[in-house]
Structure formats: C-alpha cells, structure tokens
C-alpha cells in the first residue's frame, strides 16, 4: 500500500510539471529574484540612448521573431538612460512568461556615445514531454481521498503527449490516449500567431470521451456515481478559437464549438432529470468571447501585479439545438510584495447564468478547479450564479537554485526550488436553483473557511500545496492540492 502511495505522489508531482509547462513561471527566474540577484545600477544623467542592434544568443529551437515579439524596444527606437533599467526588467519578465524559457538576461551594449546594443541571453526549456497519466477521476485529490476511501480503481491512466515550441514558433501540440475510470481521446493543437504583426491565432481541438463511470447526481453536495460493465455516457465536441494579442498584456479569445453527448437508458432510470425529462440525447453550438488583461510578473505562480478575465458563453445556437443558456464570468487577481519576503494576494470570481432550470447534467457549480472555499474541496455547490473572495498571506522562508552540473540533458540543469508558509481565509455564496432539494444546505448562505498552509514551487512551474483548514460547518482536516491558488 505504502509503495503505491509514494507511485501516487511521483506521478502527481511529475504531472504537475508538465501540465503547468509553456502553454498558456515560480517559474525559475522568479527565485533568481528571491535569490537576490542584484539590479543594475541606476542611471541618474538622463541622456537620450539609441537603440541600434538587438543580438539573441541561447535560442537553439525558438525563432528570433517569437523572442522579439515581446520586446518594447526595437532597433532605431529611442529611450531616455534612466528608465532603461525598467524596460529591460519588464521585457525579461514578459519574455518568462511565455514559459518558453528557463531564465532570461537582457544586457545592454555601449559601443559609441548614446547608442547601445541589446544582448538578450535565454536558456531553452525542455520542450517535449511525453507524460504518463496517472491521475484521479474526481474533482480532487481530497475528495477522492475522504468521499471514495482512496480506491485506486478510481484512477485513470494513460498517455499524455506535449509538444511545447513546435517549429520554433511557440505551437503547442497535445494527444491525450487516456484509460481506466474514463476514457478520453483528445488531440489540440494552438498557433499562437498567423499573421506577420504576430497578433492573430488559432487554436483547434478535437475529443472523445466515453465513461462506465458517471455522476447521476448530487446528495447532500456530494456526487453520487453509478456504475456499469457496459458505457454509461459518451460525449463528442470539437472546437475552434480565434486569438488576438493586439498588445503584450491584453488577449481576446472568440471560440466556436460543438457538443454532442448520449447516455444510456440506465442513467435515465437513476434520474430521469439528467438530460432533461427522460432525454438520452443531448448536443448544441456554443460560442463563447474571453477577454484576458495579465500584468502578473511570473504567471506559473505570481507575487507581484494583477489580472482579469472576463467572458461571456452562449449555448445553443440552432433551433436543433437542445439545450440553451448564457453564462457570464469575470474574475480579478491582485498580488502585493510586502516588505522582508512577505506577500499578500486575493482573489475575486462572479459568474452568473440563465435559465434556472436546466437538466441535472448542465448544472452549473462552485467545486470544481480553482472555484472552492477552502475547507470545502469534497462538496460540490449547484446554482445558477455564485461569488468567490480568497486572500492570501504568505512568507518565503526557502529559495535556493541548485546547478545540477552532472545532468546530461541542460534543460533540466537548472533546478529552483521555493517554500512559502501561509495563512489563507475564503468567503462564497452560492444561489440555489429553484426547487433543487438534493443538494442545498450549502447554498443560499455566506460560507467561509481559513487555514494555514505550505507552498512547495520547483522546476517547470510545479506548485504543491499543503493546507489544513476549517469550514463554517465545523469541518477541519488537512488537504493537498496541485498548481497554484488562483
């Protein structure tokens, strides 16, 4: 048992690298800062400086182009010495941030009077990863732990293919073949730019599920699963978005897809409700709109800056469609670097949807993702519209980068690891459908938790989150969690 613990634990923590690769860090270069990386020196004459060259040294794989799309100065531009420093430092960060990299130096070149050249030294990540999957089939890993008993025929397995960088121009490439609790095949591939000017995309996806294994319902905000020798549901979609970058900071999304799903007549019989009215069929258009504004400083796991998103989701498109909602969603993230290594974030999501009445698998929930109240990770909370506050109060207590020399493969040479101590308190309020009794002791009411925690960050974004909390209802326990809070 023990020994398929620890399998567990090596497999989440190498997914959680991958997963949180460059596809959308701390990454690396953010300890580099906690390290205490010492600035340039300010310059106080205030002369003007002309940009001539910009030279990229470290990029074997990525194209120049990708590296100076990201730039704010260009040779021939202009800049006043004294402001050079910030513009360097706020390049390098959004450089990072394309998870492309490992770390990123920006130096400037004075070869004459009041001109300078741009050296901009980066180290390439690790770019292919073929990942086992080893993962649970529940929302997460504490509600697989408390509401299943740990029951390792839960899991599903599989491989998961990423192919960051492809070509150079920052395309990502991913094949899912996934078995066990559920089956899934997925294939998605995104073009970040199309165009010369670098600010149009696409991103096209394709998937097939089928599952032995379903949630029919909901008692008492706990999922109750059936289950069956023969395939239970089967869901089909594909999809296609339309990118805009039109600045560093600001990203739109326009996304086209389609929807189809089938369930058996066993499912019906456990709830008639599921798909609507004794329905065993189910498929719809949507389109849906997401704006995007990221001033963060390292997106894998931020300390400084903010960010907002916010969008708007219509399904059913046809009069053959049938299934028809609206949904709206916005959130904002703002994070605070105190003095001596300390930090505050928080956290605020609203979404909103129509109608109120919806067939059981169309639910709409606080539970799911990053969207809980922590202290209540194994309860699910139906509504049609709900709101979510998380702050956080942390202290770095580690940060040390070790140079794995010995390493044959150099990507993996640089090896940065962090630890944070916290204190953490959440707040939410879920609306509960009209006339749902299955589930609604948790809605209609403020609920809140607080807790303490410890954030382990290492390579490739790979957060790992212990916390033990407590909820309004009396609750407390410990819990764990992959990726970052928010």
Partial sequence: MMRAVFLFFACLFFASSVW???????????????????????????????????????????????????LSLKPGDTISSTQLAAVLERDRRKLINTRLFNTVELKPLEFEADHIDLLIDVNERWYTFPSPIFELSDRNFNEWWQNYNHDFDRVNYGLRLYQYNMRGRNETLRLTAQFGFQRRFEIMYRIPYIDRRQKQGLIISADFTEAKNLAYKTLDHKLVYAQADHVLKITRGASIAYTYRGSFYD?????????????????????????????????????????????????????RGHHFTGGLVKVGLSKSDNLRKFEMNASYSRYIELKNNFFLSNNTVAYWSTPNTLPYSNYSALGYGRQFVRGYEVYVIEGPWYALNKTTFKKRIFSHIYNWNAMPIRQFRYIPLSIYLKSYADLGYVRNYPNYTNSYRLADKVISGVGLGIDVVASYDAVLRFEYSFNAEGGHGFFFNLKREF
């Fill in 251 to 303: 990203t739109h999304v326009l996304k086209a897809e389609y929807r189809s799903t089938s369930i058996a007549d066993t499912v019906t019989l456990l709830n008639a409700e599921y798909m609507g009215k004794d329905q065993t069929e189910q498929q719809f258009g949507v389109l849906s709109y997401q704006f995007t504004s990221d001033h963060r400083d390292y997106v894998g796991y931020p300390l």
């Fill in 20 to 70: 949180g690769a460059p596809d959308s860090g701390v990454v690396a270069d953010s300890l580099k800062r906690a390290a205490k990386r010492k600035p340039a020196p300010a310059d106080t004459t205030g002369h003007i400086l002309h940009v001539n060259r910009i030279f990229i040294v470290g990029n074997r794989i990525t194209r120049d182009r990708i590296v100076l799309r990201e």
